[in-house]
């Protein structure tokens, strides 16, 4: 199911809030009607996927607690494999075996699996809780609210990618405590805004990148082409991934759960760390906290760090999807990141305005590798960008490039949104149900657009 569907805004977010609220008294009651509409959602593109994280979390679940009755590691070793044994195969399999067939020079067989949607997202989450449970940081929760922390409908798909301590201790909360009111005001401004940001923007830029970046494929593109191709996926990716989250915050708020912040305004970095602080912010701190600390950091010297970094940012690339170029746009910004902390190790501060252009000229040639669908595509476009295509035409779409732009920078995140409004005024809440019917009737014009990462 789409966040930004008719049936999901005038059908299920309603039914499922008023069940919700109607037996708001009793915890386990409102933590099964979360678990069913969860179920519901995630089975609504196709029902026998459910099994699949149902089996991983319980799964999981028997594994924590057979380390907890005999106190040794291995059942939360066999655990951390399994999950990723799921994700890989379902992920990586065709892309292990076309690259060992490029290797070896043999045929062979695919197994041309369906990806799973938000297969990447939970995998993560139940990893975080078995590392936990091994640092002895993580407690044995009942099946129940440990399925729901997993399974809760609004971050399943596509994150934020949540933690067990920052969500659980939420679900014994009544959501009928003060501010409820508020909460849900709130939740519906910021899912309102992802929603204007995905139908909108995203779709709109989708339908100018899409062409081009096929034309790409098939001759150079000329000057005014590729910069249209390359900023128009720039903002199209940031407010696809950014509407996603922010429906997801907006929509869990309506429960009364407060879900981590995920994006805060990225394309106003004025350095590549501070992009990344900035960037996607669940997975940087989860590939900071469960793998790069863990493989030394920048505690054991220079080398080590390197190493530390590359690895880590070539991981987060794959784990983007299955294919060399997410590995070298990993790469790249694991150079990046280094050559930054380098920078500023020198304690040379790059004026501001220097420093943003430096960062957003590099974060635009990754996310050209990023989008490309191969280094020969990568290579032609990125030449094309000095004009190597021909220095003829003109940026399309002009109009909407700036749009994208001022949404980017000026728009603030959900969670300064939840922390700065503290009652929405009459006036934000006519423009919000005005701008939430605009995108209705918008998205009934033609089939809702599937977000970037909606199968991932």
């Not at 699949?52 to 057979?66: E, H, R, Y």
């Not at 981590?260 to 004025?270: M, S, V």
């Not at 992009?275 to 989860?286: A, D, G, V, Y």
């Not at 694991?334 to 305005?353: D, E, I, S, Y």
Request: charged share 15%; proline share 5%; glycine share 10%.
């Amino acid at each position: 199911m789409l966040f930004q569907s008719q049936f999901y805004v005038l059908v299920f977010l309603p039914a499922v809030t008023l069940l919700y609220y109607s037996v708001a008294g009793s915890e386990l009651a409102r933590q099964w009607c979360l678990i069913g509409a969860s179920l519901v959602f995630y089975g609504w593109w196709d029902a026998r996927f459910v099994i699949l994280p149902v089996t991983q979390i319980l799964a999981t679940w028997l594994l924590a607690l057979a380390h907890q009755r005999t106190g040794r590691r291995a059942p939360l070793i066999v655990g951390v494999v399994v999950n990723l044994l799921s994700l890989g195969t379902f992920k990586y399999l065709d892309f292990i075996l076309g690259s060992a067939e490029t290797t070896i020079g043999i045929t062979l067989p695919r197994a041309h699996l369906i990806l799973p949607i938000g297969i990447s997202f939970f995998s993560f989450q139940l990893i975080s809780y078995l590392v936990d449970r091994m640092r002895g940081e993580a407690p044995i929760y009942p099946l129940r609210p440990f399925a729901l922390f997993v399974l809760l409908y609004p971050h399943l798909i596509a994150g934020p990618i949540v933690r067990h301590n920052e969500l659980v201790p939420q679900f014994s909360l009544d959501p009928r405590r003060e501010g409820l009111w508020r909460r849900i005001a709130i939740g519906l401004v910021i899912f309102t805004i992802g929603f204007g940001k995905k139908v909108l923007l995203a779709d709109k830029l989708g339908a100018v990148v899409d062409p081009l970046f096929a034309d790409a494929r098939l001759h150079a593109l000329n000057l005014g082409d590729a910069w249209t191709a390359v900023l128009a996926f720039s903002f199209q990716l940031f407010l696809d991934f950014s509407a996603y989250t922010e429906m997801a915050i907006g929509s869990a708020l309506i429960f009364g759960l407060i879900l981590p912040e995920n994006f805060r305004r990225p394309y106003l970095a004025t350095d590549i760390r501070d992009f990344w602080r900035r960037w996607h912010i669940t997975l940087s701190s989860f590939l900071r906290d469960y793998l790069y600390i863990p493989l030394g950091g920048s505690r054991h010297g220079l080398w080590r760090y390197l190493l530390a970094t590359m690895v880590t940012m070539g991981l987060c690339g794959l784990w983007h999807g299955a294919g060399w170029t997410f590995v070298a746009w990993g790469l790249w910004h694991g150079v990046g990141l280094a050559t930054c902390h380098g920078w500023q190790r020198l304690g040379r501060p790059m004026p501001k305005l220097a420093g943003w252009v430096v960062t957003m000229l590099f974060v635009l040639i990754g996310w050209v590798v990023f989008r490309a669908a191969s280094f020969g595509v990568a290579g032609s476009m990125l030449m094309s960008l000095v004009g190597e295509g021909g220095a003829g035409g003109a940026l399309h779409e002009i109009k909407l490039l700036l749009l994208a732009a001022l949404a980017s920078a000026l728009i603030p995140s959900a969670h300064e949104i939840i922390n700065g409004l503290k009652n929405p005024r009459p006036m934000v809440s006519v423009a919000g149900a005005l701008l939430a019917v605009y995108c209705l009737l918008e998205v009934g014009t033609k089939a809702p657009v599937s977000f970037i990462y909606f199968q991932f």
